[in-house]
């Protein structure tokens, strides 16, 4: 069994890849899922959700504030929520590949992302993931600090604009899922993606009638939007972690292996057990990304019987909020710098 010592001090080249490989085989116990626990983990998750969406609704006439404390709160629950609708996506939460995509279609609505569409994509990123050559599609988009200083001075001030926090994890969530998601450029020569997107707006679109029959604009302000933006915010930093990070593995695509990227270009997010529980485990990347068939709830089971893979590529909550300032790959160091630091190896 590999050690995450021997992985991350620097062994031949050639040994890595297989190292990472040997994982896979270990890993491959663990894919199996179990549908009595799916349906509870989907039970757990879609009750108290609308559950609290009904407690806020009825907190309405009684105070405004009530409505949007509640609504806030249950955006944990939709964070989970896309989790399972994650799984459905890499075929995990269910046995039956059917019951996978109706259920991640029908989640789909209420998270506002079009299944089809985001399963493409989100395809595409565990594909090619750390490849500098294959970026751009169902990821954070990221400069080496070359590519940043050969830019025209326009571009590298929208680039700056793009990775500050206040743009990504501000106004980035909503353009996202509400605006993004809601027409898919980047599939629009397919007519199965496009209808797959329409089907899914449509439905978003009853829903949000609904909601205003019913509960008139102040639900829609204070009950609904709260509830994504919240849950979106989350989902973004939880995706940002995942890859953004000092240490990550980019490399070009002569060099560039799919499962030691997945291994070693993915971080070990270390969440108290409340928050672990509501991002359903995704913090455990690393293994995500090297077995995606692994179902959320059993990668704790996979540390726990595993232990080397605990102190791979750790990142505390502290440790992560240092990544929010890390913007280019320096292929020099072969790590992730802030444009402060790019400027100083510049200067250098």
């Not at 504030?65 to 799984?87: E, Y």
């Not at 992302?113 to 294959?134: C, E, F, M, Q």
């Not at 996202?176 to 997107?197: D, I």
Request: glycine share 6%; proline share 5%; net charge positive.
């Amino acid at each position: 069994m590999p050690s995450a010592s021997a992985l991350k001090s620097a062994p031949p080249e050639e040994s890595r890849p297989d190292q990472a490989r040997n994982w896979v085989r270990i890993l491959a116990k663990y894919r199996e899922p179990n549908t009595g626990r799916s349906i509870f983990e989907l039970s757990v998750s879609i009750l108290p959700f609308f559950g609290l969406s009904a407690l806020a609704y009825l907190a309405l006439p009684v105070s405004y504030w009530l409505a949007f404390a509640i609504a806030l709160l249950n955006g944990g629950f939709l964070v989970r929520l896309f989790i399972i609708q994650h799984d459905c996506g890499h075929g995990s939460f269910f046995a039956n590949r059917h019951a996978n995509n109706w259920l991640g279609r029908v989640i789909g609505v209420f998270t506002l992302t079009p299944y089809k569409v985001w399963r493409r994509t989100h395809s595409i990123h565990h594909s090619a993931s750390g490849n500098l050559d294959k970026r751009g599609i169902g990821d954070v988009y990221t400069l080496t600090v070359a590519e940043f200083e050969a830019l025209p001075r326009f571009k590298r001030i929208a680039y700056r604009v793009y990775r500050h926090p206040v743009f990504m994890f501000g106004f980035a969530p909503a353009l996202l899922f509400m605006v993004q998601n809601r027409v898919p450029l980047s599939m629009m020569r397919s007519w199965e993606y496009w209808m797959g997107a329409m089907g899914t707006n449509a439905m978003i679109a009853m829903m949000v009638g609904m909601m205003l029959w019913f509960g008139g604009l102040p639900a829609l302000l204070l009950i609904f939007l709260p509830t994504l933006l919240m849950a979106a915010t989350l989902g973004v930093w939880l995706f940002y972690v995942q890859h953004q990070f000092e240490n990550a593995q980019w490399d070009h695509a002569d060099k560039w292996e799919l499962h030691e990227s997945a291994l070693l270009g993915s971080s070990y997010y270390v969440l108290p057990g409340v928050l672990r529980w509501f991002s359903g485990n995704i913090g455990i990347h690393h293994v995500h990304h090297l077995y995606s068939r692994i179902p959320f709830y059993r990668l704790m089971e996979v540390l726990r019987e595993n232990t080397t893979l605990e102190n791979l590529n750790r990142m505390t909550i502290r440790q992560s909020l240092k990544s929010a300032q890390m913007h280019l790959w320096d292929e020099g160091s072969r790590k992730l710098v802030s444009f402060a630091q790019a400027r100083q190896l510049r200067t250098a």
